[in-house]
C-alpha cells in the first residue's frame, strides 16, 4: 500500500498510483463504484470480444485481484482470504448483494475454520452477552432484536438476518463493534462531533481507545472533501473548528471498531481464531480506516473485500496494484435504495394506539382508525412499536398484509396493500364510529 494512498470521497476523483497501471473508476456515497480498463483484464475477467475495441465495463459477478492486477474467481479469492487472521467485508448497507457477498465469505471461511469471529459495525459493544447468547442458539430473533435495540441502533433486520442466522446456526461469535450507547438514540461519537474529544467528561473518554489516531493527513483530505461537499460550507462561522471535531469522530469510530476486532481476536483460546468484520465500505476502502488501525495493534496481516457496483460509462478511472482501495474487488448490480414498509398511520409507542391514518394506504385501505389498537400483523401479535417494525421488515410497497385491531375492545380485522410513501400522504382520518 502507498504511503499516500487516499480514502474515498463522495464523489468521483482520480485515486493517486502509476500512470500506466490497470484501472478502474470510483465514486462512493457507502457504495463504490470500479470499472476495470484494460481490454486484456475485461477480455479475462468477462470473456470480452478479442477483437472489441472499446472495453465496456465489468460485468455483474466479475471478481478481481487487485494485488496482483488480474481476474479471479471467488472459490480463488476464499483460498486467499483463508491465510490471514484478519479480514474486513465492505458493504453498502441497502444492497442485498453486498450482504449475501458477506454471507457467503463468512460461510466459506467457517467451513474451513470453525473459529471465525464475526465482527458487525451494526451492533454495539455494550451487548456483547446478548451476542454470546445468540450465537449459543438462546435467543429468539424477537428476544434478540429488543435486547440489541436492533431497530433502534440500525434498522433493516431482513438484509442482515442471513448473517446472523448462520453465525447462530454454525455457533460463531459474534463480535459487536459500534462505539457504546449513550442512551436511547444517542452514541458517544455525536458528542465528540459536538464538543470535541478533549472535552468529553472524563468517564465517557474512559470508553473509548486509549490511541485515537487523527495523524493520517491522506485520509484527513478525504474526509475533508465529503465534509466540504456542500456549497458555502467553508464560509460557515467556525467551520474549521466543526470540520476538527467531525473529524475525531470520525478516527474514534474507526478506532473503537478496530479496537473491538483486535480484542476479540486475541482473547480467542483458538491459536487459529480469524476475526472477519463486517461495515460499511468507507470504513475499509483504501485501508486507513478499521484495518490499519487493527494492524497497528496487533501487527497481523490481513485483506480488505470490496463489493462493488458495476459502474457507469462516466466514472473515472484509477489503478489497481498500489493504491488500489481494496485487495479483492466484486462486482454487483446497482444497489437499491427500496422504500421502507409503511403502513401509513402513526402509533404512540408502548400501547400502539393509532393516532394519525393517512387517506391512502394499508392502514386506511384495511378500515384501521384513530383511537383504534393495532394489534397485530399477519397473525403476527404486535405489542408495541418494535413488534411493528420486525413485523413490517420483510414487507415492500405492493405486499397486502392483514391487519389486526381493536376497537372499543371489539376485535376487528382488515387487510389493505403496503403503498409507496408519497402516495400515502393524505388527511387524518376520524375515528370510525362503533
Not at 28 to 50: D, K, Q, V
Request: hydrophobic share 40%; with cysteine; charged share 25%.
Amino acid at each position: 500500500m502507498r504511503a499516500d494512498g487516499d480514502f474515498p470521497p463522495g464523489h468521483r476523483r482520480r485515486f493517486p498510483g502509476e500512470p500506466h497501471r490497470t484501472a478502474y473508476s470510483v465514486s462512493m456515497s457507502m457504495t463504490i463504484r470500479r470499472t476495470l480498463l484494460p481490454a486484456a483484464l475485461l477480455l479475462a475477467a468477462l470473456a470480452a470480444s478479442a477483437c472489441s475495441a472499446r472495453p465496456g465495463p465489468p460485468r455483474e459477478g466479475a471478481v478481481v485481484d487487485a494485488r496482483r492486477e488480474r481476474a479471479s474467481s471467488f472459490p480463488a479469492m476464499i483460498e486467499d482470504l483463508a491465510t490471514v487472521r484478519m479480514v474486513f467485508v465492505g458493504e453498502s448497507h441497502t444492497s442485498p448483494e453486498h450482504h449475501e457477498i458477506q454471507r457467503r465469505i463468512v460461510d466459506e471461511l467457517s467451513r474451513r475454520n470453525p473459529h471465525v469471529i464475526v465482527g458487525m459495525e451494526m451492533l454495539q459493544r455494550p451487548y456483547q452477552e446478548v451476542l454470546d447468547r445468540w450465537s449459543a442458539g438462546l435467543l429468539s430473533e424477537d428476544a434478540f432484536l429488543r435486547e440489541v435495540s436492533w431497530f433502534d441502533q440500525w434498522g433493516d433486520w431482513d438484509l442482515y438476518a442471513p448473517i446472523l442466522r448462520l453465525c447462530r446456526d454454525r455457533r460463531l461469535k459474534v463480535v459487536g463493534l459500534h462505539l457504546p450507547a449513550l442512551g436511547p438514540g444517542g452514541v458517544i461519537s455525536r458528542e465528540i462531533s459536538r464538543v470535541g474529544l478533549e472535552n468529553l467528561p472524563p468517564w465517557m473518554r474512559a470508553r473509548l481507545p486509549d490511541v485515537i489516531d487523527t495523524s493520517v493527513k491522506a485520509h484527513e483530505r478525504e474526509i475533508r472533501k465529503i465534509f466540504f461537499a456542500h456549497p458555502g460550507m467553508e464560509k460557515v462561522e467556525g467551520i474549521e473548528d466543526r470540520f476538527r471535531r467531525f473529524y475525531q469522530s470520525q478516527c474514534t469510530w474507526d478506532e473503537t471498531m478496530a479496537e473491538s476486532a483486535v480484542q476479540a481476536l486475541a482473547a480467542s483460546p483458538h491459536p487459529d481464531a480469524a476475526v472477519v468484520v463486517l461495515a460499511g465500505s468507507m470504513h475499509v476502502a483504501d485501508f486507513h480506516s478499521i484495518p490499519e488501525r487493527a494492524r497497528r495493534r496487533n501487527g497481523l496481516d490481513y485483506r480488505v473485500v470490496l463489493p462493488l457496483e458495476t459502474p457507469g460509462e462516466k466514472d473515472e478511472p484509477v489503478v489497481l496494484g498500489p493504491g488500489r482501495p481494496g485487495d479483492w474487488l466484486l462486482y454487483t448490480g446497482p444497489s437499491p435504495n427500496p422504500s421502507p414498509a409503511r403502513l401509513g398511520v402513526g402509533i404512540r409507542g408502548g400501547d400502539n394506539l393509532v393516532t394519525m391514518v393517512a387517506e391512502k394506504g394499508a392502514a386506511a385501505e384495511a378500515g384501521l382508525a384513530v383511537g383504534d389498537l393495532l394489534v397485530g400483523i399477519d397473525g403476527f401479535p404486535v405489542r408495541d412499536l418494535v413488534d411493528v417494525k420486525v413485523a413490517l421488515d420483510s414487507r415492500v410497497p405492493g405486499d397486502t398484509v392483514v391487519l389486526r385491531w381493536t376497537r372499543g375492545g371489539e376485535a376487528m380485522e382488515g387487510k389493505g396493500v403496503i403503498a409507496e410513501p408519497p402516495s400515502m400522504m393524505g388527511p387524518v382520518r376520524a375515528p370510525q364510529a362503533p
